[in-house]
């Protein structure tokens, strides 16, 4: 399994970092977020083999940039029908049916199927997705995707302390876990780096990746506050950052 990130980021962009995005094999896209679009073209990405996009929340940090995705597969008649099959929270089709009342009907020209995820186990290409909700909106969720090697990859998505993740990130290959903000935050709504980590040393991950910051999440080192919770290797997202396990 290959992992590459194209955004670490938040909207509050004063860290130099994309929004949120992840991509799993050339095949699986993890959110969307503003500036996900132009990650894929710097990384000379194919974007014809990505057939799947899951959505952890709406927030418009994780997907803004699918209207662009959606638009170039609209321009370039030749993929206008190429399933693209899109997967989110509860609530997905009223949402993405508010996406084409704004902007219009070409949406509909799109061989576009849509899949709420919920509890029980999803096929997703050569994979198979896990989801439990998160907690930080009523209806967003954190993923596990697996594949046929047994391989795993946990995403947070945003969340706050929430058992749900311990409980699905279990003994993962690699947690990819938000460290939003700094250790002295008082949000429910996000979690700092130090919080991230014992998520991860609870649910005995093999490796945790932070990601999602906000500049206050540097108020501290994060790597120095995550290794006080967790004793496995801990990796700060970059942009860019590829990674195989």
Known sequence: MQLRV????????????????????????????????SALYSANQRLKPIDYILI???????????????????????????NL???????????????????????????????ELDDEKKTVGSCTVEARLSGHTENSICLRISDADDKSVFYSGDSGWNENLIQLAESCDLAIIEASVSSESKALDHLSSRLAAKIASQAKVNRLMLTHFYPEAFNHDP????????AGEVTIAQDGLTVAF
């Open 6 to 37: 194209l955004g670490s980021g938040t909207i509050a962009g004063r860290t130099g970092r994309k929004c949120s995005g992840y991509l799993i094999d050339e095949q699986i896209l993890i959110d969307c977020g503003p500036g996900i679009w």
């Open 85 to 115: 099959s899109l997967y989110g929270p509860r609530g997905l089709p009223d949402w993405f049916n508010k996406l084409i009342s704004v902007h219009r009907d070409w949406i509909k020209d799109l061989s576009i199927s849509l899949h």
């Open 223 to 230: 790597l120095e506050e995550a290794k006080k919770e967790y």
């Open 56 to 82: 952890s929340h709406f927030h418009v940090d994780h997907i803004a940039d699918l209207i662009p995705f959606l638009w170039r597969r609209w321009v370039l008649e030749t993929e206008r029908q190429s």
